[in-house]
């Protein structure tokens, strides 16, 4: 566990030295914006369930983040009760506000990934890579602007992509269900 500390700590600290610009700090802040409480996904579900055609889809989606929700937010978070890494490495800037939740898992990476996965097998194409583009591009900022060890998205995105073919499996086993 100590090795993948470290390997953590190092990847934090590289992207802060070498990616992090003051010009892109904006914009960056503005995409894990989206990711905030889910409030993006949710509503991009929401819009879906509108759609006679892509109901189905809307629900899947919302079935997704709230698995990822119970497992992330609800269970994980308050079990391993992991601090930030802007409190525990020297050297760290965090770029915001402070959270007030614990880091592993990461939230906004499990909701980012459970919801883009399914619009991204449930959807066409042309709305599906986008979404799931836009779900990798949230899980990366989180380590950008330092709230995130690697570790917490890593584990945040594979908590969504599993609640992402729950999800999917469970809809297509409820196909009794008239939408």
Wanted: one cysteine or more; aromatic letters at 12%.
């Amino acid at each position: 566990m100590d090795f993948l500390l470290q390997l953590d700590e190092a990847a934090l600290l590289w992207i802060q030295e070498y990616l992090r610009r003051d010009f892109l700090n904006p914009i960056v802040t503005a995409i894990t914006g989206l990711g905030d409480a889910g409030w993006f996904w949710i509503l991009l579900s929401l819009v879906l369930l509108f759609s006679k055609k892509y109901r189905r889809v809307g629900l899947t989606g919302m079935l997704a983040l709230s698995i990822g929700f119970l497992i992330t937010n609800i269970w994980l978070k308050n079990m391993v009760m992991r601090i930030r890494p802007y409190e525990a490495i020297e050297g760290l800037r965090l770029i915001g506000n402070k959270a007030v939740d614990f880091s592993f898992p990461s939230g906004h990476s499990t909701a980012s990934i459970a919801a883009s996965a399914v619009f991204l097998a449930e959807l066409p194409k042309k709305m599906g890579v986008p979404a799931f583009l836009l779900g990798i591009a949230i899980c990366f900022t989180r380590l950008y602007i330092g709230i995130h060890y690697p570790s917490d998205v890593l584990a945040g995105m594979l908590i969504g992509m599993v609640a992402a073919f729950a999800s999917i499996r469970m809809m297509k086993e409820k196909t009794d269900i008239s939408l």
